[in-house]
């Protein structure tokens, strides 16, 4: 930024991204310490460890994962998709507020994540990735990879198809959308992945990459995402609330 537009900042810093509401000072993210404070936290609350949904008490793991446990090894999350947690996500991924990115993944290294050899990221299609002109999660995963001492391997896991966005899907209309939509390399052979994405809503995203990941063998796939949307409770949900990347 040129010292002009610093001092111009500083004497007219732009009101808060989330609430409106005027900043006080200029800062490199442009959201209020209120708005901030007001993430809720997804990763406090009991979830089931291998998929991260609610867990009855007493449960190892939840029914779903008793009967069909995931292609990965465990999920959490930072926050919830919802208010200040999704508004995040929104101005890093629609609105290219890269700072996000930085705040989310020092945000995260509060969750405790199981040992990993090797950070990858949730690849977007090259035409995607065009038109945004980066990857909002390999963006987290940098940041998050360099607090944990952590190598990254962006280019271990890519896209074999474009795929249609997965908002406005049902969880099946996903899981096919998503199907051998992913393919990885023999960097990840033997290894520990820690696969980081931007928002996890069913699951379908992060179980292909997995699958992939296990083909190419992973030893361990295990999910880091900076949101976690609600499950869909029935087979019309999920058809709200989530833009997939
Ligand atoms: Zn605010
Ligand atoms: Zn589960």
Redesign the pocket.
């Known amino acids: 930024m040129a010292a002009a537009d610093r001092l111009f900042c500083l004497l007219f810093p732009s009101p808060c991204r989330v609430c409106g509401a005027p900043l006080r000072h200029a800062r490199r993210l442009p959201v209020c310490a209120a708005c901030l404070q007001a993430v809720r936290l997804a990763y406090t609350a009991p ?7 609610e ?1 009855g008490a007493a449960a190892a ?6 009967v069909a ?2 292609p990965y090894d465990s ?1 959490a999350s930072w926050a919830w998709y919802d208010g200040a947690g999704r508004e995040l996500v929104r101005l890093l991924k629609f609105h290219g507020v890269l700072p996000a990115a930085a705040f989310c993944a020092a945000r995260m290294t509060a969750i405790p994540t199981p040992p990993a050899d090797l950070v990858l990221a949730v690849p977007l299609g090259p035409l995607r990735r065009r038109r945004r002109g980066f990857n909002q999660s390999e963006r987290i995963a940098r940041h998050w990879a360099q607090t944990q001492a952590l190598p990254t391997a962006f280019a271990a896991i890519w896209r074999t198809r474009e795929t249609a966005p997965q908002w406005g899907l049902t969880a099946r209309e996903r899981q096919a959308n998503m199907r051998d939509a992913f393919a990885a390399g023999p960097a990840v052979a033997g290894r520990r992945v820690l696969l980081l994405d931007d928002v996890i809503t069913t699951g379908a995203t992060v179980a292909a990459c997995a699958l992939a990941l296990r083909r190419a063998g992973a030893a361990e796939v295990h999910v880091l995402t900076v949101a976690r949307a609600p499950w869909p409770a029935g087979p019309a949900a999920g058809r709200e609330g989530q833009e997939a990347a």
């Open positions: 979830g089931c460890p291998r998929c991260g949904r867990l793991v939840c029914a779903a994962c008793s446990p995931p999920v």
